[in-house]
């Protein structure tokens, strides 16, 4: 993921910075590492082996990568380098939602036996504060001199393209052209809002602004139960906002299982948050108190005020303003048109991460840009063949409390596709660990396919879903099976053992009465 901003905005210096809020020191050291305010571009020396357009995650490793086998590369990035993981993204909200689960935990301290003396209490400007340090330090790994340390030109303007091998960088200090033999569109995507009403000329937070607060709003509305909705609603609430979290669909997650999102709605109704779901006719007011939020839901009609609203409703793609045209690359509001190897309709240039992907994950961007390096810069047949996106395993995460995280097929897709499925769920309230830990509301769920023990899919809800779901992800990517997990031993007591237990139920399920009472004979034969 990249933070090229919208079309037709310059990258100057001034304005990066301006964009990075509050101008304290670690804000300014991160600003330093990833748009240095005496970088001067490079002069061109030639055809560039591959140009990379956008310096978020699937240009970093492009470029990187690239570099590393001895390619000559030249990464564009006309805001922060980083993109909108390091800056506005996976970053900065986890470090929130750290601090969120922090102060949550002190406030149950008493289920635990333990007694916190009364007025204890937090202070959001330095959970903020701590955010701010943490990514300015993760940045260094992102840095501009780090990069060209690394081989990689680093090039801070806004790129266009010219024609089908040509870019034009406007910086600063003015403007460069490259040539290539290949390039990447790494360009990302940047949050977008629905046309509710009132909206705009009321004015609102997205990801990419709700990182500068340093004051907590004492009501907030949010619109949105996605992953960065219920994330973000979830951990302000904690906090002590007063949060309305309001969604046009049914409940939460409304991607995920129905169960394994009612279990994380009923954690964040506990911890404050008041959900409007199934809301129509959404409308947004000014008024002297604040901002109105007017929406039915569940055939009741609700003004709620608030002193802020974030919307966490969508992404749309970068895609206007740099030249896709010139350069015979096709596209539409989903992003570039790219085939399995990730190329456009240009051979010669390739796309990666949010700008052409369904999946706007860092992760996915990373996976991405590794098959661009495969295909872009190997020569073949000579090199290690074609990659394809086709061949992903896909794995995610909605980093709520608890987490729910989710790899391969839902049932319903499998069959949608005509699949024969056996479905098994093993809930956490039967795991020793999760009781113990007082984490004991979830599941593991794991979808196989009929008459054999291929993994299609897997869900867990739980609170460290995230680190527990790679073992299925694993699994489905090497084609080991369900058998592979029924035969590695899991270390007691964990709250991972929970993917060896769901696992049992279908060695158990497989395990026919016709082979029992087989056994039951052989036995008493032995005994003989």
């Given at each position: 993921?990249t933070?090229?901003?919208?079309?037709?905005?310059?990258g100057?210096t001034e304005?990066?910075?301006?964009?990075?809020l509050?101008?304290d020191?670690y804000n300014?050291?991160?600003?330093?590492?990833?748009?240095?305010s005496?970088?001067?571009?490079?002069?061109?020396?030639?055809?560039?082996?591959?140009?990379?357009?956008?310096g978020?995650?699937?240009?970093?490793?492009?470029?990187?990568?690239?570099?590393?086998?001895?390619?000559?590369?030249?990464?564009?990035?006309?805001?922060?380098?980083?993109?909108d993981c390091l800056?506005?993204?996976?970053?900065?909200?986890?470090?929130?939602?750290?601090?969120?689960?922090?102060?949550?935990?002190?406030?149950?301290a008493?289920?635990?036996?333990l007694?916190?003396?009364?007025?204890?209490?937090?202070?959001f400007?330095?959970?903020?504060?701590?955010?701010?340090?943490?990514?300015?330090r993760i940045?260094?790994?992102d840095?501009v001199?780090?990069?060209?340390?690394?081989g990689?030109?680093?090039?801070?303007?806004?790129?266009?393209?010219?024609?089908?091998?040509?870019?034009?960088?406007?910086?600063?200090?003015?403007?460069?052209?490259?040539?290539?033999?290949?390039?990447a569109?790494?360009?990302g995507?940047?949050?977008?809002?629905?046309?509710?009403?009132?909206?705009?000329e009321?004015?609102?937070?997205t990801?990419?602004?709700?990182?500068?607060?340093?004051?907590?709003?004492?009501?907030?509305?949010?619109?949105?139960?996605?992953?960065?909705?219920c994330?973000?609603?979830?951990?302000?609430?904690?906090?002590?906002?007063?949060?309305?979290?309001?969604?046009?669909?049914?409940?939460?997650?409304p991607?995920?299982d129905?169960?394994?999102?009612?279990?994380?709605?009923q954690?964040?109704?506990?911890?404050?948050?008041?959900?409007?779901?199934?809301?129509?006719?959404?409308?947004?007011?000014k008024?002297?108190?604040?901002?109105?939020?007017?929406?039915?839901s569940?055939?009741g009609?609700?003004?709620?005020?608030?002193?802020?609203?974030?919307?966490?409703?969508?992404?749309?793609?970068?895609?206007?303003g740099?030249?896709?045209?010139?350069?015979?690359?096709?596209?539409?509001?989903?992003?570039?048109?790219?085939?399995?190897?990730?190329?456009?309709?240009?051979?010669?240039i390739?796309a990666?991460?949010?700008?052409?992907?369904?999946?706007?994950f860092?992760?996915?961007?990373?996976?991405m840009?590794?098959?661009?390096?495969q295909?872009?810069?190997?020569?073949h047949?000579?090199?290690?063949?074609?990659?394809?996106?086709?061949?992903l395993v896909?794995?995610?995460?909605?980093?709520?409390?608890?987490?729910?995280?989710h790899?391969?097929?839902?049932e319903k897709?499998?069959?949608?596709?005509?699949?024969?499925v056996?479905?098994?769920?093993y809930?956490l309230?039967?795991?020793?660990r999760?009781?113990?830990?007082?984490?004991?509301?979830?599941?593991?769920?794991?979808?196989?396919?009929?008459?054999?023990?291929?993994?299609l899919?897997?869900?867990?809800?739980?609170?460290?879903?995230?680190e527990?779901?790679?073992?299925?992800?694993?699994?489905?990517?090497?084609?080991?099976?369900?058998k592979?997990?029924?035969g590695?031993?899991?270390?007691?007591?964990?709250q991972?053992?929970?993917?060896?237990?769901?696992?049992n139920?279908?060695?158990?399920?497989?395990?026919?009465?016709r082979?029992?009472?087989?056994?039951?004979?052989?036995?008493?034969w032995m005994?003989?």
């Amino acid at each position: 993921m990249t933070t090229q901003p919208p079309p037709h905005t310059s990258g100057r210096t001034e304005q990066a910075q301006s964009l990075v809020l509050p101008h304290d020191e670690y804000n300014q050291q991160l600003v330093a590492n990833v748009h240095p305010s005496d970088w001067v571009n490079p002069e061109p020396t030639g055809r560039y082996n591959i140009v990379v357009i956008g310096g978020g995650t699937a240009g970093l490793i492009t470029a990187v990568v690239g570099a590393s086998l001895g390619a000559k590369v030249a990464l564009i990035e006309q805001h922060l380098m980083g993109g909108d993981c390091l800056n506005v993204g996976c970053v900065p909200s986890k470090g929130v939602i750290r601090a969120a689960r922090a102060w949550a935990d002190l406030r149950r301290a008493t289920d635990f036996g333990l007694h916190v003396p009364p007025g204890v209490t937090y202070d959001f400007g330095a959970v903020m504060a701590r955010m701010r340090k943490l990514r300015a330090r993760i940045s260094r790994n992102d840095s501009v001199q780090r990069y060209t340390k690394l081989g990689v030109d680093v090039y801070l303007g806004s790129g266009r393209f010219l024609g089908p091998t040509t870019v034009q960088v406007e910086g600063p200090a003015g403007n460069r052209t490259l040539t290539f033999v290949k390039a990447a569109v790494c360009t990302g995507a940047r949050a977008s809002a629905p046309p509710i009403p009132g909206l705009q000329e009321t004015g609102y937070l997205t990801n990419e602004t709700v990182f500068s607060l340093t004051e907590l709003p004492r009501r907030l509305g949010v619109i949105g139960a996605g992953p960065i909705g219920c994330e973000l609603a979830q951990s302000f609430a904690r906090f002590g906002s007063q949060v309305s979290l309001i969604e046009a669909m049914h409940g939460i997650m409304p991607n995920e299982d129905r169960d394994a999102a009612e279990i994380v709605e009923q954690q964040m109704i506990r911890d404050g948050v008041t959900l409007l779901c199934c809301g129509k006719d959404l409308r947004v007011e000014k008024s002297d108190g604040g901002k109105r939020l007017i929406v039915d839901s569940h055939g009741g009609h609700y003004d709620v005020t608030v002193d802020d609203i974030l919307v966490g409703t969508g992404r749309t793609p970068n895609v206007d303003g740099i030249g896709l045209e010139a350069a015979g690359v096709e596209y539409d509001k989903h992003g570039i048109t790219v085939n399995a190897r990730l190329q456009t309709t240009n051979p010669s240039i390739y796309a990666a991460g949010d700008v052409c992907s369904r999946y706007k994950f860092t992760h996915a961007a990373d996976a991405m840009a590794q098959i661009v390096i495969q295909n872009a810069v190997f020569p073949h047949p000579f090199g290690l063949g074609y990659a394809s996106v086709d061949s992903l395993v896909m794995p995610w995460c909605t980093f709520t409390e608890p987490e729910v995280a989710h790899v391969g097929m839902y049932e319903k897709e499998a069959q949608e596709k005509g699949l024969d499925v056996e479905t098994y769920t093993y809930t956490l309230d039967e795991v020793d660990r999760a009781i113990l830990d007082g984490e004991d509301e979830g599941f593991a769920r794991v979808h196989i396919q009929k008459g054999t023990d291929k993994i299609l899919g897997a869900t867990i809800v739980a609170a460290h879903a995230g680190e527990m779901i790679s073992e299925f992800s694993v699994a489905m990517k090497t084609g080991a099976g369900a058998k592979a997990i029924a035969g590695t031993i899991h270390p007691y007591p964990t709250q991972a053992e929970v993917n060896k237990k769901v696992i049992n139920l279908w060695r158990k399920a497989h395990f026919t009465q016709r082979t029992r009472e087989f056994l039951i004979k052989l036995f008493a034969w032995m005994r003989r």
